[in-house]
């Protein structure tokens, strides 16, 4: 049987192995098996290099060993982000370890605006606890849009903790260290004392898309256009040569948080500055 009419006869949990073949021109074992091996060293005991058996001794460049793909190459080769989070799915289900950096890889894909699809997969523990999964939600934010104040709702609602400035400020003791997220463009660095050491801080001209909030605790509305300047003003500590600050260039930033502070009449906040990303112009609305 050819191989693109077997994919499309193959059973459901194995759709992706033919389709990958198809996509690749290159042997895979599974969707739950496929042979990626994570970019990131924390998982480089998850998979061997190359797929060879536990009693081998052929070297890893022998001319018959398979080709491994990383957890992003494995992403980039789905044809859509579903078909991604699906796989994602698959590999968390047979071994977190290799699971959660594919998801991350999915994540990343210009194509994946849906953040359901991150918040009700069956790693909702680990996306509360690791900042590396909170932050590639955060990229997913920015690229819907920016509508920091209903996404990060959505978030804690799936026990993720993601602040916006409004709710965080409001509680900076209690919060501290947890991230917060921001949509804007940068106006300027200063440099500052702070506990007796010299420091740079990034002001951020707040935008946003929230109406008014609503009194029952619930996400705040979006309004028809941006509020491109809210008249309040975020504060990020950066690193010295910090090069992703842009001026009037509207992105997400994500901070850690530090203390509140005051910015026209409203409590705002000050965090180290964990992420940044380009906002995109347009809100997705569904």
């Not at 996404?151 to 947890?178: E, F, I, M, N």
């Not at 309040?232 to 203390?259: C, W, Y």
Request: aromatic content about 4%; charged content about 25%.
């Amino acid at each position: 049987m050819p191989i693109a009419r077997a994919a499309l006869h193959a059973p459901r949990r194995h759709v992706c192995t033919g389709l990958l073949a198809a996509l690749l021109g290159t042997p895979l074992f599974g969707c739950a098996g496929d042979p990626y091996r994570p970019t990131t060293t924390e998982w480089s005991d998850a998979s061997p290099s190359t797929p060879t058996s536990a009693n081998s001794t052929a070297p890893t460049s022998a001319p018959t060993a398979k080709k491994m793909l990383t957890a992003v190459e494995l992403a980039a080769a789905f044809p859509s982000a579903e078909a991604c989070m699906a796989s994602a799915r698959e590999h968390y289900a047979a071994d977190p370890k290799r699971g959660l950096p594919l998801l991350k890889a999915c994540a990343a894909r210009s194509d994946l605006l849906e953040l359901s699809a991150l918040l009700t997969g069956p790693w909702n523990k680990e996306l509360a606890a690791d900042e590396s999964l909170q932050l590639a939600l955060a990229e997913v934010i920015a690229r819907r849009g920016g509508f920091v104040e209903a996404d990060t709702h959505a978030c804690r609602a799936a026990g993720v903790p993601l602040y916006d400035v409004s709710t965080a400020a409001s509680q900076t003791d209690k919060l501290a260290g947890k991230l917060v997220l921001a949509r804007g463009a940068v106006q300027g660095v200063a440099k500052e004392k702070r506990e007796g050491k010299s420091v740079q801080v990034a002001t951020f001209a707040e935008s946003s898309w929230a109406d008014e909030p609503e009194d029952d605790g619930r996400a705040p509305p979006p309004l028809d256009d941006l509020n491109a300047n809210t008249g309040r003003s975020v504060f990020a500590r950066v690193e010295p040569g910090e090069d992703r600050l842009v001026q009037k260039r509207q992105v997400v930033i994500a901070l850690r948080l530090e203390e509140q502070r005051e910015s026209g009449g409203e409590p705002s906040v000050l965090g180290a500055l964990a992420g940044i990303w380009r906002a995109a112009p347009t809100l997705y609305r569904q």
